[in-house]
């Protein structure tokens, strides 16, 4: 899989609520590094995203995709997250390192 079609399935199943897909799309190793903490490994963000997060119920709109130059390698993503009401909660870039599998991910919010 491209690591743009990663990153589009990744969104997908988060939105999903779909975490074994989820899972699957990630390195066992995978580290997320948000401006509020960092998640070590592909079970805890798991975990995360199902049990800790405030929301669930939010949609990721993403306003563009950048793909990589060569085909692969690091995918930079810019949207923001809605609400189930549709009000925006907040703007995001989100860069992934992907080949193959997701193995990083560097979210910036505004």
Same mark, same amino acid.
């Given at each position: 899989?491209? !690591?743009? $079609?990663?990153?589009?399935?990744?969104?997908?199943?988060?939105?999903? +609520? @779909?975490?074994? &897909?989820?899972?699957?799309?990630?390195? %066992? +190793?995978?580290?997320?590094?948000? !401006? =509020?903490?960092?998640? =070590?490994?592909?079970?805890?963000?798991?975990? *995360?995203?199902?049990? %800790?997060?405030?929301?669930? &119920?939010? #949609?990721?709109?993403? $306003?563009?995709?950048?793909? !990589?130059?060569?085909? @692969? +390698?690091?995918?930079?993503?810019? +949207?923001?997250?809605?609400?189930?009401?549709? $009000?925006?909660?907040?703007? *995001? /870039?989100? /860069?992934?390192?992907? $080949?193959? %599998?997701? #193995?990083?991910?560097?979210?910036? #919010? &505004?």
């Amino acid at each position: 899989m491209k !690591p743009t $079609d990663l990153v589009r399935a990744y969104y997908r199943a988060i939105d999903a +609520g @779909e975490y074994e &897909d989820l899972a699957d799309l990630l390195a %066992e +190793g995978f580290v997320h590094d948000r !401006p =509020d903490r960092t998640l =070590d490994g592909r079970d805890r963000f798991v975990r *995360f995203m199902r049990e %800790e997060r405030p929301q669930t &119920d939010t #949609t990721h709109v993403l $306003d563009q995709v950048y793909e !990589p130059v060569d085909g @692969e +390698g690091a995918v930079a993503v810019r +949207g923001r997250l809605e609400g189930a009401d549709g $009000d925006v909660l907040f703007g *995001f /870039v989100d /860069v992934f390192t992907a $080949d193959g %599998e997701i #193995t990083r991910l560097h979210t910036y #919010t &505004d």
